[in-house]
């Protein structure tokens, strides 16, 4: 085992906002929406911000026992080690996981006293979030595959 190419310096919540709505319906199935905002910092190309807002929400045809929304911060810093082509989608994929998992223990706890069942955000990917990088043209002088 070794450590990741991308390390936690510290993370902290902004907004913490969870209603329990006493005529809701509990669900397994709790509608989410995120959103993602990131950045690096303007003296070190290695360190970054992510931020992750997490909104639980409902609808009419629903009515969620659950609504709200938790925001969380995080500052990170990327091994050298990683390509310049990759170090965004590295840092938003998996900055979003780490931060993602934080919020599932926020809302879990915090739901644990409401008046319905404890709510357990689902695991997510953050995959699609930043396209793969293109690959590189094809040379013209490569040896083409044997028929």
Same mark, same amino acid.
């Given at each position: 085992?070794?450590?990741?190419?991308l390390?936690?310096?510290?993370?902290?919540?902004?907004?913490?906002?969870?209603?329990a709505?006493?005529?809701?319906a509990?669900?397994k199935?709790q509608?989410?929406a995120?959103t993602?905002?990131?950045?690096?910092?303007a003296?070190?190309?290695?360190?970054?911000?992510?931020?992750?807002?997490v909104?639980?929400l409902d609808?009419?045809e629903?009515?969620?026992?659950?609504?709200?929304? $938790?925001? =969380?911060? *995080?500052?990170?810093?990327l091994?050298?080690? &990683?390509? @310049?082509?990759?170090?965004?989608r590295t $840092?938003? =994929?998996? *900055?979003?996981?780490?931060?993602?998992?934080? &919020?599932? @223990?926020?809302?879990?706890?915090?739901?644990?006293?409401g008046?319905?069942?404890m709510?357990?955000?689902?695991?997510?990917s953050?995959?699609?979030?930043?396209?793969?990088?293109?690959?590189?043209?094809?040379?013209?002088?490569a040896?083409?595959?044997?028929s």
């Open positions: 085992m070794k450590p990741s190419v390390q936690l310096e510290r993370a902290f919540f902004r907004r913490v906002e969870v209603n709505q006493l005529g809701g509990p669900s199935n509608d989410i995120t993602v905002s990131s950045g690096r910092a003296d070190n190309p290695l360190r970054f911000q992510v931020t992750l807002i909104q639980l609808s009419a629903k009515h969620a026992g659950y609504h709200g929304s $938790v925001e =969380v911060m *995080g500052y990170f810093t091994s050298d080690a &990683v390509p @310049e082509k990759d170090r965004d $840092v938003v =994929v998996h *900055g979003c996981t780490l931060l993602f998992g934080m &919020v599932r @223990e926020m809302v879990c706890a915090v739901t644990a006293r008046p319905w069942p709510l357990t955000l689902p695991t997510m953050f995959h699609d979030l930043v396209p793969m990088p293109a690959p590189p043209p094809a040379s013209v002088n040896p083409l595959a044997a």
